[in-house]
């Protein structure tokens, strides 16, 4: 009788730890929840983004002649239906409020800012029921800040006005283009990656994140909602050599999943771009990430030139693509 009530103490123990840990893994997966959940505080970012090839290559990727190339390749039927596509091209989330869920959108909010379930309705409080944005206190900002990035927000760049916020975070967003524009993600292993390449899937060694990103997609809506703006001098020279330390890095490590000679050919590019933009840096954190290219050293970078709010456009600046040049 004994043996048998330890027995039953044991599974029922054994039961309960294990829906601890499932219910620990459900909070440590976010879901997507979609552009449109985001669109009625975010119009005016809703309104570029709906015109940008991120969003507009949702109509017609998957029918391009590439497409079924790169997919036969995988050994897929359909583009929209491939996990390995999904990673980057899609918005697996509801194709409205509460529907069903698919890759029912392009490259999107949550594609670049990370899975919004948990943080949508935490980076939007500015306090108790009623308060205003204006009103907001310090305090409050600095823990909305905090939470938010802590349920899966990839923050979309330092603020001085918000206490404590880490001066690296700039990092997180650029190593996330470059997760997908340089085929370096981690979930994407490196033969999938050859076999994508050899039937023709782009890879541009030349991606360069001031380009890309401050053209089409500029949303820079932080103080008008009818006023993007462009960067300054010193922001642009900031972001371009956050872009050069997030693409050094995820090239090297790209290098190490495959032997594939396409693949290393284009990661190699684009290591010896960064290295020769972050060869320009007179700073001590430069030089550590260029002899050991990880991702804390890039990150005491990225801190270094935010925290101390430095303006390398002496040094970087005329290697910085011209407004001319945007995509």
């Known amino acids: ?21 499932a219910g620990s893994a459900a909070q440590a997966a976010p879901e997507n929840v979609g552009p449109e959940e985001c669109k009625d505080c975010h119009s005016p970012e809703y309104a ?27 050994g897929e039927r359909s583009m929209k239906r491939s996990d390995t596509c999904g990673q980057c091209h899609y918005t697996e989330a509801p194709n409205r409020p509460g529907g069903r869920v698919g890759n029912n959108f392009g490259v999107s909010c949550e594609s670049c800012h990370g899975p919004g379930s948990e943080y949508i309705n935490i980076h939007n409080v500015y306090g108790p029921k009623g308060t205003k944005k204006e009103d907001e ?3 409050h900002k600095a823990e909305r800040f905090a939470k938010a990035r802590e349920a899966g927000m990839r923050l979309p760049r330092w603020r001085e006005d ?67 703006e462009e960067m300054t001098p010193a922001e642009l020279s900031r972001w371009y050599v956050t872009g050069q330390a997030a693409s050094l890095v995820q090239a090297a490590n790209a290098m190490q999943k495959t032997q594939h000679a396409k693949y290393i050919a284009a990661q190699e590019a684009r290591a010896e771009k960064a290295r020769a933009a972050l060869g320009a840096l007179d700073l001590a954190e ?4 260029l002899a050991q290219p990880t991702e804390a050293n890039a990150k005491a970078l990225v801190g ?3 925290g101390d709010k430095m303006d390398l456009s002496g040094q970087v600046g005329s290697m910085i693509p011209p407004k001319s040049e945007y995509k």
């Open 1 to 21: 009788m004994l043996m048998s009530g330890l027995r039953q103490l044991g599974l029922a123990v054994a039961a309960a730890m294990a829906l601890m840990i």
């Open 48 to 74: 570029v983004w709906e015109k940008t090839p991120h969003a507009e290559s949702y109509k017609d990727i998957h029918k391009r002649d590439l497409a079924d190339k790169v997919t036969e390749a995988l």
């Open 137 to 139: 206190t310090p305090l």
């Open 162 to 228: 918000v206490p404590d916020m880490p001066t690296d975070v700039n990092y997180d967003v650029a190593a996330n283009c470059f997760n997908c524009h340089g085929m370096a993600r981690e979930t994407l292993e490196g033969d999938t990656a050859g076999k994508m390449l050899d039937a023709g899937h782009p890879l541009n060694p030349d991606f360069e994140l001031v380009k890309y990103s401050q053209g089409t997609i500029r949303h820079r809506f932080y103080h008008s909602t009818q006023d993007n």
């Open 286 to 289: 430069a030089k550590a990430l």
């Open 304 to 306: 270094k030139i935010y």
